[in-house]
């Protein structure tokens, strides 16, 4: 719980998706109230919010005379990218709080914006080949494997890896059909070990908070990676804080970021850190759970405190090296299977190092049948907390052990997580 006095105001949450229900229980221990405004009806976030609006998001007239009307005090989203660039439109129309401007959320809703802003300030990130249309694949030459993503998707969606002129053309098809601007990005494919780093800025002061290792699923073909597993802190950590954590901060800063929570994701390869992705808002695997747990500073909390007052609040100083180790398990679903139960809950929670179970889907839902190789097939995330690497190894084991889903023929729909042996072999540093 933040420090502040809070009791009696009341925040609009614009975009109820099943992520943002975190903010409902982080709104009510501060004695905050929420609406959630969006078209989707009777959604699960909308059955725990105190007032409900069915509106569309995007009619930001229509918002901002929604929020006049109902008297709201602040306004927040944090999952959805699209939805970053109408929430700091109405906080300008409103003159309320935000923590970007529309030019800054640039940073996450155009990768090639992105990829040139890191250039700029001298950001490593992949090479890239100028490709606008299916005769530019021909009739150029550039090494392969590639990666061709939409400028504008998330989730992973639309996103192909190609190792011939032939895949190339049709990633460039799928990509182009995923993107609203109609604009691909196209760049050497490494596929190697990444990064997420965490990034918090307090009133001016921007410092890293968190970086983790991601591990990606081996059980699917023909598709992007996706990976299954977080583990905290990285093994990359001195790496990063000597060689790059000063030039992304000076770039955050340049761009002119005083407030607020990001991330970027980056390939490590060859001792070389090489960023290719930026995310101007919370990440979906809510590291800022595992902050609390590690810093007691909730990010979501702070957010919040900061749409309401114009202030990040009390002051943290993070250490992204941690005092104890964390993972975090992406449970990973069968694409197209309906969901019957959902068991291992119950149990997990009677272990002291839980630190949260967040399910993106519940019983009665569908795994998007097209969700292969995207974040769409995440259908829950499981945070774990260790005193010891071996610790953690042991906790993962038994989330796997306790935790099913099962569709409608009975069968458990989690595809094969993580070889834990390996991951542990792979932990050969110390904090």
């Known amino acids: 719980m933040i420090q502040e006095n809070l009791t009696g105001k009341k925040i609009l949450l614009v975009g109820g998706i099943n992520p943002t229900a975190d903010l409902i229980e982080l709104a009510h221990r501060n004695g905050v109230t929420v609406g959630v405004a969006d078209y989707n009806k009777g959604t699960y976030v909308k ?43 109405l906080g300008e129309r409103l003159g309320i709080p935000v923590p970007y401007t529309v030019e800054q959320l640039r940073m996450s809703t155009d990768k090639k914006y992105f990829k040139h802003v890191c250039m700029e300030y001298g ?20 090494e392969y494997p590639v990666i061709i993503k939409p400028v504008d998707s998330a989730s992973s969606t639309g996103v192909s890896p190609c190792f011939n002129k ?97 991330f970027m994701q980056a390939i490590v390869h060859d001792n070389k850190i090489y960023f290719y992705e930026a995310g101007m808002r919370l990440n979906g695997c809510k590291t800022y759970q595992i902050l609390e747990y590690e810093n007691e500073y909730n990010t979501f909390e702070h957010l919040m405190l900061l749409a309401l007052t114009g202030s990040m609040g009390e002051y943290c100083r993070f250490d992204p090296r941690f005092g104890k180790w964390y993972a975090t398990v992406n449970v990973l679903g069968e694409p197209g299977a309906k969901i019957a139960r959902i068991e291992g809950v119950k149990a997990l929670e009677t272990y002291p190092w839980l630190i949260h179970i967040a399910r993106r889907y519940e019983s009665g839902d569908t795994i998007p049948a097209d969700s292969a190789g995207t974040l769409m097939q995440d259908t829950t995330r499981i945070h774990v907390a260790a005193d010891t690497k071996e610790e953690l190894i042991q906790r993962i084991n038994k989330v796997n052990e306790l935790y099913k889903i099962y569709d409608i023929h009975d069968r458990n729909v989690i595809l094969t997580p993580h070889d834990l042996d390996e991951i542990f072999q792979g932990l050969d540093y110390d904090l």
């Not at 950001?123 to 550039?142: K, R």
């Open 47 to 89: 059955s725990l919010a105190d007032y409900v609006h069915d509106i569309n998001a995007y009619d930001i007239e229509a918002m901002a005379e929604l929020y006049r009307a109902e008297g709201y005090d602040g306004i927040i989203y944090n999952f959805n990218e699209r939805l970053g660039p109408v929430v700091s439109s």
């Open 123 to 142: 950001v490593p990130v992949p090479c890239e080949y100028v490709i606008t249309s299916v005769e530019d694949i021909y009739a150029g030459d550039m």
């Open 166 to 262: 032939e895949e190339l053309a049709a990633g460039f098809e799928k990509a182009m059909k995923a993107s609203k601007k109609g604009d691909v990005i196209v760049e050497q494919y490494l596929p190697y070990e990444e990064i997420n780093v965490t990034y918090i800025a307090q009133d001016g002061d921007i410092q890293l908070a968190a970086i983790h290792d991601r591990y990606f699923n081996t059980s699917q073909e023909g598709v992007i990676r996706v990976p299954d597993l977080y583990i905290y802190p990285s093994r990359y950590t001195d790496l990063y804080l000597k060689k790059y954590d000063r030039l992304i901060i000076d770039m955050l800063r340049g761009i002119g970021v005083k407030n607020g929570s990001l």
